[in-house]
């Protein structure tokens, strides 16, 4: 069971991609299996419930639960919870869990099983694949424990990336969806060291990672970018067509006092004068961010300014959350906190005021003609994405029925009708 963000959803890629090396099989029911692995998220108060939820049912049905992930780091909660758990594990600890399937349930003797295939186990669809680069975060924002229970950056060697990345691809990958907790900060903590790919000398820096992915003739799209000055030299890679024209950037609020209380880089005006230059560069340029609202002493005034740089910056794709006390967070010992209602209310207001630019954003595409990925097909026609689009997470654009679509294939489709966050198109 894989709950939480992109990144644990890597962390059990690699424990099923070892315990498959190993000889284990995966099977589909709690009941059918000898003992579960539970891969859990500990970040706000509705995820441990839901992942504490998990172990429980794991636990009814199986009784023999092995739990691993963010949860696991947040001190003895889980066995408090569920004293019946065989292990309890933190975030990215394949070998501790591994230690613990072997304690647990002996390896399986069948050579045959270890011969898996390079790219390893994943559990997302054949054609796309989240690429992760690094570990944990050197950043001490207030609102988050993510350092707690993933520890500081640590940067993949960038040639192991690259073999990944092209594994990936040759295992029929359309998609690489590049993450991490700090994607600009790659590299930093090695200062940038020189790695090798191919036999040619690459540094581990964002942007040399970027071009090296963009030679290799897939979508590459960047998540979780902070708005450092380098970040514009990804940009024009994406005007040249060698990087999707999609940044997911959490700016996360617009004030300066709050930002400097949330201990964020950068300021809006700084932010806004980016964006512009962005969309000089790359005028098809998709923007995503996240913003918190309800920060603990978040003024009416500092709510109403961050709607005027919603306004003023024209994001393509918003997520907004109401700000959530997590355990263990500095922020929660400011003053000022905004009652819960307050907060929903603002949450409400900025998602209706967001749904107004995306509109009018979206309806600029009808009548062009767009590339998509499909990800299905029922009997309505093709659900699939475009560049703007990234899964789970962004809009979908719904293609009419058509012969030649084909799931994990790219098609060419013109748009027919936008709504808030979707488009409707057909095969052009």
Not at 323 to 336: E, F, I, Q, R, T
């Given at each position: 069971?894989?709950l939480?963000?992109p ?8 424990i099923?991609?070892?315990?498959r ?5 995966v ?5 059918n ?9 500990g970040f706000?108060?509705s ?16 009784g023999?639960?092995?739990?691993t992930?963010c949860?696991?780091?947040k ?16 975030p990215h ?9 072997h ?11 270890s011969?898996?295939p ?27 424990i993510i ?5 500081d ?5 960038i040639g192991?990336v ?10 029929g ?9 700090d ?9 940038y ?5 191919r ?25 979780y ?11 024009p ?10 940044l997911d950037?959490?700016f996360?609020h ?7 209380l949330?201990?964020r ?6 932010n806004?004068?980016r964006?512009?230059?962005w969309?000089?560069?790359?005028p098809?340029?998709?923007l ?7 920060f ?12 005027a ?8 794709r918003v ?12 922020a ?28 009018r954003?979206?309806a600029r595409?009808?009548?062009q ?12 026609g ?8 990234a ?6 654009v ?10 994990g ?8 009708r936008a ?5 409707w198109a057909?095969?052009?």
């Amino acid at each position: 069971m894989s709950l939480g963000c992109p990144k644990a959803l890597v962390d059990s890629e690699r424990i099923l991609t070892q315990l498959r090396a190993e000889g284990y099989r995966v099977a589909p029911t709690y009941e059918n299996a000898d003992l579960v692995v539970v891969n859990t998220c500990g970040f706000i108060g509705s995820a441990i419930d839901e992942s504490l939820g998990a172990i429980g049912d794991a636990l009814a049905a199986n009784g023999k639960v092995i739990v691993t992930g963010c949860l696991g780091a947040k001190g003895d909660i889980v066995r408090k919870t569920h004293p019946g758990v065989l292990a309890v594990t933190g975030p990215h600890a394949t070998a501790e869990v591994m230690r613990a399937v072997h304690e647990h349930l002996p390896q399986p003797h069948d050579p045959y099983t270890s011969l898996i295939p390079p790219q390893g186990i994943r559990l997302t669809p054949a054609h796309y694949a989240y690429l992760k680069i690094a570990e944990g975060c050197n950043h001490r924002c207030t609102f988050c424990i993510i350092p707690a229970l993933r520890g500081d950056l640590v940067s993949r060697p960038i040639g192991e990336v690259m073999q990944e990345a092209e594994n990936l691809l040759q295992a029929g990958v359309k998609e690489l969806l590049v993450i991490s907790q700090d994607t600009s900060a790659y590299g930093v903590d090695v200062k940038y060291r020189t790695g090798f790919w191919r036999g040619r000398p690459l540094k581990t820096r964002m942007t040399e990672l970027a071009r090296a992915l963009g030679e290799l003739g897939a979508w590459v799209r960047l998540h979780y970018v902070y708005p450092y000055p380098h970040v514009d030299e990804v940009v024009p890679l994406m005007a040249d067509g060698k990087l999707l024209p999609y940044l997911d950037v959490p700016f996360q609020h617009a004030s300066p006092r709050i930002l400097k209380l949330m201990k964020r880089p950068a300021s809006a005006e700084d932010n806004l004068v980016r964006i512009r230059r962005w969309r000089e560069i790359c005028p098809d340029i998709t923007l995503r961010s996240t913003f918190i609202v309800g920060f603990p002493g978040e003024t009416q005034e500092e709510f109403e300014e961050l709607l005027a740089f919603l306004d003023e910056a024209q994001l393509d794709r918003v997520g907004c959350f109401a700000y959530s006390a997590v355990d263990g967070a500095a922020a929660n010992a400011l003053p000022g906190a905004v009652p819960e209602e307050t907060k929903q209310e603002r949450r409400a207001r900025l998602m209706l005021q967001q749904e107004t630019i995306s509109a009018r954003r979206l309806a600029r595409r009808v009548g062009q003609t767009r590339t998509v990925l499909v990800d299905a097909i029922n009997a309505d026609g093709a659900i699939a994405r475009s560049s703007a689009d990234a899964p789970e997470i962004d809009g979908t654009v719904y293609v009419a029925p058509d012969r030649t679509l084909k799931v994990g294939e790219f098609a060419t489709v013109r748009v027919a009708r936008a709504g808030t966050h979707d488009l409707w198109a057909a095969v052009a």
